[in-house]
């Protein structure tokens, strides 16, 4: 559940730090679910790559060798992730934010920033 303090601090910076939501172990869990979920990925041949295309980059940026990957839909990959996602513990501090009990977390992806591309 959310305090009143930081409801309004929610409204005023549109997030929040939740600390205590998931255990030691589970954040253990999901670092090496997230580890094997990209290994599986990439080992299948998955298209991962979600670097937007286009002349958007400065000059100096378009120069480097950087890369996002990308899993969407991860709680359609592991019951890890899906039972992160539906945790009460995480629901219920969502309902309150949002000021409803009718939550529904439909998607979450991953990602891995500034991958290095080997050349």
């Not at 172990?25 to 990209?38: I, L, V």
């Amino acid at each position: 559940m959310c305090t009143k303090e930081q409801i309004e601090l929610y409204k005023e910076q549109g997030f929040i730090l939740l600390d205590g939501v998931f255990s030691d172990e589970e954040m253990d869990e999901c670092s090496r679910e997230y580890d094997a979920m990209f290994e599986r990925a990439m080992s299948r041949g998955d298209r991962l790559e979600a670097t937007w295309k286009g002349n958007w980059k400065s000059e100096e940026e378009q120069k480097k060798q950087t890369s996002i990957l990308s899993v969407h839909n991860v709680q359609n990959h592991s019951a890890t992730f899906t039972r992160m996602m539906v945790k009460p513990q995480l629901t219920d501090i969502l309902a309150d934010l949002m000021e409803t009990n009718n939550i529904q977390v439909s998607r979450w992806t991953l990602l891995i920033k500034d991958y290095c591309i080997s050349v």
